[in-house]
């Protein structure tokens, strides 16, 4: 957005840019995710295992130990909390997506709530340092 003389946000944001941006990217990275994990691991496993609960674990133990991959580099920078809840993290949400895809035989519900969830995880802190950047430019 724009201060009141129309001026861009200091550094030269525009908050417009900054949300169909984040928003561009998160789709990717949802769209990949999903389709490997959902559209492909947990697929397979499904057709190999008697019992979808299975399955359904396996992939999401997968999709946390995934999630694990981003916690090494804040591990790297001293922040060793976020190695073992990344690991929840991405076992819970990877269980709540595979059961979506289990009941829904569809993609589009666990892309779609992965999306939001990930989009809300980034814009609520981009929000407020923009606003900190508004607030504290002269």
Known sequence: SRDAEGN??????????????????????????????R?????????EFKKPLYALSIASVLFGVF?????????QQGFFFFYYSFLLYGCGLGGLFGYMFWKT???WTPMLTYFVILLLAYLIPLRAELNALLVNSP
Not at 20 to 31: C, D, E, M, P
Not at 39 to 47: K, M, Q, Y
């Open 8 to 37: 861009l946000l200091p550094g030269g944001l525009d908050s417009g840019v900054v949300l169909k941006s984040v928003a561009f990217l998160l789709f990717i990275q949802v769209f990949s995710q999903e389709l490997f994990f």
């Open 39 to 47: 559209g492909f691991v947990t697929r397979v496993l499904l057709l």
């Open 67 to 75: 999630w694990m991959s981003f916690a090494v580099v804040l591990e």
């Open 105 to 107: 035989k569809s993609l």
